[in-house]
């Protein structure tokens, strides 16, 4: 279907603001990426972008066009999504966001063998720890750990995810460890932080005897990629907050020791959002059914 193969390329240029960044979201190279659009300019005969050496905007009657382009390919969406229900075998592309370290340690892994299990499946994956607009990058399903932000997505739980402070040895031998949960916001120790730019106040909830308790830490180090953080709790920079699966295997090896064991950090939702209408495509259902089951198993043997 070439023109609305052509609608779909229009509507992501528009959105990411780039013929190549357009193209390369669909999976399709600059040059028929731009070829699209001058064919869907010429059946409509008229301009849908004002093009210069460097950049690309909508004209007036573009940004018109793409008000009613996105109605047509939701309505199309919905029409397959509904005739697929009669088959209910999944198939098509999903288009999957997760934390980076929940992506690489559970999601990709179980990737291939969803795929295997429904061959007529294609998984695209983006993998970020920074909020994602899940509906602008039109994106099936995001994965999330922690508390996502209230929105009009549905939200399935998953699992729950067990969390632990840890630290090397080394740096528990030059700074001595944590007896107390007060301890940590000591100038004798350094909290490793998951920040990013315009992310909220930063604490730590530990499971106390006495319930729940805030931890206003801090560090002199944070960064916004969590793997970042656990090589510097690796190479004796700090103590890191980390959901269990992903120091499990640094834990076992001794590399990172597990500190403050009765007083863990509270466990972490995880879970996935997706667009309301989202489920009602088996490709879409199978998989979350699918992730769900297979990382329920992954997390418990982290445990």
């Keep these: ?51 210069t050496t460097r950049t690309i905007t909508p004209t007036e009657v573009g940004r018109v066009f793409y008000d009613e382009a996105k109605k047509v390919l939701g309505s199309l969406d919905d029409a397959e999504s509904a005739v697929a229900n009669f088959s209910d075998k999944p198939r098509g592309v999903i288009r999957v966001t997760a934390p980076l370290s929940v992506g690489r340690r559970i999601i990709a892994p ?5 795929v295997k299990a429904f061959p007529e499946t294609q998984v695209q994956m983006r ?17 999330f750990v922690g508390t996502p932000k209230e929105s009009n997505l549905k939200l399935k739980k998953l699992a729950e995810c067990d969390r632990v402070l840890c630290a090397a040895p080394s740096y528990l031998d030059r700074h001595g460890t944590p007896e ?6 000591s100038d004798d120790h350094n909290c490793l932080l998951l920040r990013y730019p315009r992310s909220p106040e930063y604490f730590w909830v530990l499971d106390t005897e006495d319930g729940p308790k805030k931890l206003d830490v801090a560090g ?22 980390k959901p269990r699966f992903d120091v499990a295997h640094h834990l076992a090896a001794g590399t990172l020791i597990e500190i403050l064991p009765d007083t863990p950090p ?11 209408r989202k489920l009602q495509d088996p490709k879409i259902r199978h998989f979350v059914d699918f992730m769900g089951a297979q990382s329920r198993k992954m997390l418990d043997l982290a445990v």
């Design 180 to 185: 107390t949960p007060g301890d940590l916001m």
């Design 266 to 276: 509270m466990p972490s939702l995880f879970g996935c959002l997706y667009p309301h």
């Design 127 to 143: 993998l970020s720890d920074r909020a994602i607009d899940i509906l602008a990058e039109r994106l099936d399903v995001a994965f």
């Design 220 to 241: 002199k180090f944070d960064a916004d990629d969590s793997d970042v953080l656990t090589q510097w709790a690796l190479d004796g920079h700090g103590i890191a907050n």
């Design 110 to 114: 179980l990737v291939p063998q969803f």
């Design 1 to 51: 279907m070439p023109y609305i193969e052509s609608l779909r390329v229009f509507t992501r240029v528009l959105e990411l603001g780039s013929i190549t960044s357009g193209g390369r979201d669909l999976r399709l190279t600059p040059a028929v990426a731009s070829k699209r659009i001058k064919e869907l300019e010429k059946r409509l005969g008229v301009r849908l972008f004002n093009r």
